[in-house]
């Protein structure tokens, strides 16, 4: 399995573009999350879906969409990229094969200038 | 309110030298804890996790933890750091039914030779 992957690994943004963050999985998770991780701030959770068809907010969901497209893909979606979402992205899975963890994967760093 | 408490920001420890990080939660039952670890760079890799039974945890790397309901803690720890030891270290609890984990804000771990 190859687990939790990210695309891009790494984005720059002018400030006002938009873009949409990939991840996908292989392990049948029915839950997968967004978060973002901030120097001192820990990760934050952006958005969840836990199980298909169905997402909710987290802590820090301005400026973001998600999409779960289907039970492997869940999608991150920046409409007009801000300076304050200079961040590196973490998306996350859990249940199924892994039950009762979130198992990561590797991060987006993105840049809005 | 749900919230988990890592003391230390940063931690300097020698090379060979024991390690205890500290990990408080607050939640009223037994909640599911993990230890995940982050490496320059890297996504969160899952270290150990506590669900019920034992309250001494082995996990990857060396590294152990101990669950103590009196104190609300979960404490790692390691008996001999290596300098491949540095990294980031995050203790989360999973509670209630959408699975979302409560994060600390993690501790820095440098390791001098």
């Known amino acids: 399995n190859a687990g939790v992957t990210q695309t891009p690994k790494f984005q720059v943004l002018k400030t006002g573009q938009s873009m949409t963050l990939q991840c996908a999985q292989d392990?049948?998770?029915?839950?997968m999350y967004w978060y973002r991780q901030d120097p001192g701030m820990g990760l934050r959770l952006i958005y969840y879906s836990a199980s298909e068809g169905t997402t909710d907010k987290g802590e820090v969901p301005n400026g973001y969409n998600v999409s779960r497209l289907n039970k492997r893909e869940f999608s991150l979606r920046l409409e007009s990229a801000a300076p304050s979402q200079t961040s590196v992205y973490f998306c996350?899975?859990?249940?199924?094969?892994?039950?009762?963890?979130?198992?990561f994967g590797p991060g987006t760093r993105l840049t809005v200038l | 309110a749900q919230s988990v408490t890592q003391p230390d920001i940063h931690i300097t420890v020698s090379e060979g030298a024991s390690l205890e990080l500290r990990c408080n939660y607050s939640?009223?039952?037994?909640?599911?804890l993990f230890w995940y670890v982050q490496s320059p760079g890297q996504g969160l890799q899952l270290l150990l996790k506590y669900f019920s039974g034992d309250t001494l945890v082995q996990g990857i790397k060396g590294f152990e933890a101990e669950f103590k309901r009196s104190q609300s803690s979960f404490n790692l720890r390691k008996p001999s750091v290596h300098w491949s030891d540095a990294a980031e270290y995050f203790c989360?609890?999973?509670?209630?039914?959408?699975?979302?984990?409560?994060w600390g804000l993690g501790t820095s771990l440098a390791v001098n030779p």
């Open positions: 939640y009223g039952a037994t909640p599911y």
């Open positions: 989360g609890y999973n509670a209630g039914n959408n699975r979302k984990l409560i």
């Open positions: 392990m049948n998770h029915n839950s």
């Open positions: 996350a899975g859990h249940g199924g094969l892994a039950a009762d963890t979130q198992y």
